[in-house]
């Protein structure tokens, strides 16, 4: 009976650990989606219609960006 207790502990710590860190995960998502967002309205396209781009950090994707032109401004999609 200790032995499994001793084997489940780590195991418990590990999972309350990881649900700690969702709400980080989540802010950092925002974050790169606000830097996606940034980049976009920097770089509009005058002549294309649409942009497709990826920022990527130190071989992190960061954001994908979609941008596209309409008759009354533009339509930004970001994904952190």
Avoid: C
Wanted: no cysteine; net charge positive; aromatic share 12%.
């Amino acid at each position: 009976m200790k032995f499994l207790l001793i084997l489940f502990f780590p195991v418990l710590l590990w999972a309350q650990a990881d649900s700690l860190t969702f709400e980080d995960n989540i802010q950092k998502a925002f974050t790169n989606a606000k830097k996606g967002m940034y980049f976009a309205f920097a770089n509009i396209p005058a002549k294309k219609n649409d942009l497709s781009k990826e920022i990527i950090e130190q071989d992190k994707l960061l954001a994908k960006i979609k941008l596209y032109k309409a008759v009354n401004g533009v339509r930004i999609e970001s994904t952190g």
